[in-house]
């Protein structure tokens, strides 16, 4: 089968199992895993913080760092698409007792402009708005991605507002590739950040949260307290560390063959998408004249694998493990189906 599903359906290549098996380890809780201390200092340092938690999950990291910058009865301004408010259970009223105030963007992305004269909490019977939550890239906004001057412009609206800034970077790494930025701005727009491993680098756990010193002391303690103080994981950091060292230069293929295919899918009569949305390793596009789940399934039956994004949408995610002669297929099997 070729698995579009996600791009956290990658499994450990035999380099990163070595790796992984070679990984010196020690009790992390106590703070003496040699290996997630280096990879802890390594990406803080690549993106310019101060340090670096290492979490199970992308949400854990998302979580804690929305628990950081609130108190009870706050109030979290989002794009109506972002994780953090569609795939993560509810946590952020669960956990830390906030609002989430999804807002509508474009593509998954909120600007300057459509923040203005939104702030709440002068009125007794307001939430007090805290923080602004962005994604780069935006999943269901497509794969797109802010640029570095979208995100100056937000941050500073943050800064006159007295408001923190989060910025969920499950896919930072596609981001960071498709409009060149250099990982260290992100620190400095930015409060806190989540980067994850498991997705397009292909570690098969993990993710991170990034910020101050103060802050990160703080999300240890709360990781404990949420049942995410693990013991010997430098085994995980390892696959982490492998990942971005010798995956993170191979996403600008995904790139490349998730273009090649939105073409082919622009050219199908009884497909839809936006072509200029196309930027990064995620196709959305529509179905026209059966529905999405019917469409999943007589992929399946072709050898592909795809998921339901709507009623008549799909989502298709290309990852390292995709190859060339995978894509030539996809390729055949939609022209032949939606053509």
Request: aromatic share 0%.
């Given at each position: 089968m070729i698995d579009l599903r996600s791009d956290t359906v990658t499994t450990p290549t035999p380099q990163m199992r070595e790796v992984m098996a070679e990984a010196e380890v020690g009790d992390d809780v106590f703070g003496e895993d040699p290996t997630v201390n280096a990879l802890e200092e390594k990406i803080a340092d690549m993106f310019g913080f101060e340090a670096g938690l290492f979490t199970p999950s992308g949400t854990m990291a998302n979580q804690l760092s929305v628990n950081l910058l609130t108190n009870q009865g706050d109030e979290v301004l989002i794009e109506e698409k972002g994780h953090i408010f569609n795939y993560e259970s509810t946590a952020a009223s669960h956990l830390s007792s906030?609002?989430?105030?999804p807002l509508k963007g474009n593509k998954g992305k909120l600007s300057a402009d459509l923040?203005?004269?939104?702030?709440?909490g002068q009125q007794e019977w307001e939430p007090k708005t805290k923080v602004i939550a962005l994604e780069n890239s935006t999943n269901k906004g497509g794969g797109c991605c802010y640029t570095e001057q979208e995100l100056a412009s937000i941050s500073a609206f943050a800064t006159q507002n007295d408001l923190a800034l989060h910025l969920d970077g499950a896919r930072i790494w596609n981001a960071m590739t498709a409009t060149q930025t250099e990982p260290r701005f992100y620190s400095r727009i930015a409060d806190t950040m989540s980067v994850c491993f498991s997705k397009g680098l292909g570690a098969p756990v993990g993710s991170m949260i990034l910020s101050s010193q103060e802050n990160i002391t703080e999300a240890r303690r709360m990781r404990k307290m949420w049942g995410g103080g693990m013991r010997q994981i430098g085994i995980l950091a390892a696959a982490a560390d492998f990942a971005v060292e010798y995956h993170l230069p191979k996403l600008k293929e995904?790139?490349?063959?998730?273009?090649?295919?939105?073409?082919?899918i622009d050219e199908c009569s009884g497909l839809s998408i936006d072509l200029e949305s196309v930027e990064t390793n995620i196709l959305i596009f529509d179905v026209k004249n059966v529905s999405a789940r019917e469409a999943v399934k007589k992929l399946a039956k072709q050898g592909i694998k795809l998921v339901p994004f709507g009623p008549q949408t799909l989502r298709a995610t290309f990852h390292f493990q995709i190859t060339d002669e995978d894509l030539d297929k996809v390729k055949s099997v939609f022209d032949q189906l939606f053509g």
């Open positions: 906030v609002l989430l105030r923040l203005q004269d939104i702030i709440r995904d790139h490349r063959r998730a273009q090649e295919l939105a073409k082919v």
